[in-house]
């Protein structure tokens, strides 16, 4: 059974991540058991497969937050060479990711594994998962501005530890690219643990606010992609050192020093290739057919996007309803506008 999205692109059958949610097709499996759904899954390692059978509910939520993280990251590098797809491998299966240990596997591991946090996380909260729900281990003290902590804290603890527990067991930790898919898994998820904001509700006589419960909430899903993104443009080159079981670690490549990468800081191995031109080695997809804007300051920009390869032009009218005006009572009127305008894709 296979449950992914597949698609030809360029005549190679081709994984474009996760773009349709499968979420409902998923809620109907679990529907036939853990072996039936556990064992269909594509790409699982044994002890995620466990993880599965044991609390196959879970793996719905895993699911949503792992697109979740996906959409994230195509609405980041909508506008660059790289655009969150790759050529498929069989490790990419059901985490996406990039066959070698480079920036945008860096971003990619992070973002799908705050993702999960912070999917199960919000099903802790909703009373979705048998095995959690909200933290309440604070109500009755006091927050630091003199009020009550109450009512439903995301228990992001638990999210955290599951989410250590099963991405984490997709990477042996046996070779350089494991190690580096871990670390950045954790920055991922401290990310989401770092920015837990809190939220607070009045009481008191007719809203005059004598008094507030107050509870953590989880950080919005755009402002993890957002930092994420500074920190890939911020990353460390690191190499692996120690040839066996705990002597093998990361450190960082410019400095001669052996210093370890902080937890803070996404890492990678080599650096990346211009994703102009198709290169599975990669998970290139190249540029060819991508669309470009003439006009841009940003990466999109046609020169940037194509590679210098140049681009063709189509030109077709935009037709939409404008000047609408409600008529009393009860039409709406409007005018029918065009627009002649040019689209430009990379040859
Ligand atoms: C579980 O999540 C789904 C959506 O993902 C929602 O429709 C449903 O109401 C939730 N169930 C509970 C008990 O909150
Ligand atoms: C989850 O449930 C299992 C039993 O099904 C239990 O052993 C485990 O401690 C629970 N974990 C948490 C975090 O509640
Ligand atoms: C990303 O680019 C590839 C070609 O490089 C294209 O086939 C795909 O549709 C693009 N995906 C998105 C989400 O823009
Ligand atoms: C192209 O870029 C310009 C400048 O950033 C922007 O105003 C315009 O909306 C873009 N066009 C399209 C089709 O995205």
């Known amino acids: 059974m296979n449950l992914w999205n597949t698609k030809r692109v360029f005549g190679f059958l081709t994984v474009v991540f996760l ?57 980041q590098f909508k506008n660059g060479r790289w655009n969150c797809t790759s ?30 946090t ?11 998962l048998t095995n959690c729900s909200c933290d309440r281990s604070k109500n009755t003290m006091i927050t630091d501005d003199g009020w009550q902590w109450g009512g439903c804290s995301a228990d992001i603890s638990y999210g955290l530890r599951f989410s250590r527990l099963f991405v984490d067991a997709s990477h042996p930790s ?11 898994n954790e920055v991922g998820r401290k990310i989401v643990a770092d920015n837990m904001e809190m939220e607070c509700k009045c009481h008191g006589v007719s809203g005059s606010c004598t008094m507030q419960t107050c509870w953590t909430t989880l950080p919005s899903f755009r402002r993890v992609g957002d930092i994420l993104k500074r920190k890939y443009e911020n990353s460390y080159q690191v190499e692996q050192v120690g040839r066996s ?22 890492v990678f191995l080599e650096n990346s290739p211009t994703y102009c031109e198709f290169d599975p080695e990669y998970g290139s997809l190249g ?61």
């Open 19 to 75: 773009v349709h949610s499968l979420s409902g097709a998923l809620s109907s499996v679990v529907a036939l058991g853990p072996d039936v759904i556990c064992n269909g899954i594509l790409g699982l390692y044994p002890r995620q497969r466990n993880i599965c059978r044991e609390k196959p509910e879970s793996i719905v939520t895993i699911w949503e937050g792992i697109q979740k993280g996906v959409r994230e990251c195509q609405y």
């Open 118 to 128: 912070h999917a199960i996380t919000q099903a802790c909260s909703r009373g979705n």
């Open 87 to 116: 050529y498929p491998t069989r490790d990419s299966q059901f985490f996406p990711d990039l066959p070698k240990g480079t920036r945008e596997s860096a971003y990619l591991r992070a973002i799908t594994s705050a993702g999960v």
């Open 245 to 266: 079981g705990r002597n093998r670690k990361l450190i960082l490549k410019i400095k001669k020093t052996n210093r370890k990468p902080k937890h803070s800081h996404l």
């Open 174 to 184: 046996d070779n350089a690219k494991g190690l580096m898919n871990v670390h950045n």
């Open 287 to 347: 540029t060819v057919g991508r669309k470009c804007n003439h006009t841009s300051t940003d990466t999109d920009h046609c020169e940037l996007m194509c590679c210098g390869r140049g681009y063709n032009t189509h030109q077709y009218t935009r037709t939409w309803q404008c000047n609408c005006k409600f008529l009393w009572c009860c039409t709406v009127r409007c005018n029918e506008c065009s627009e002649n305008t040019e689209e430009y894709t990379c040859k």
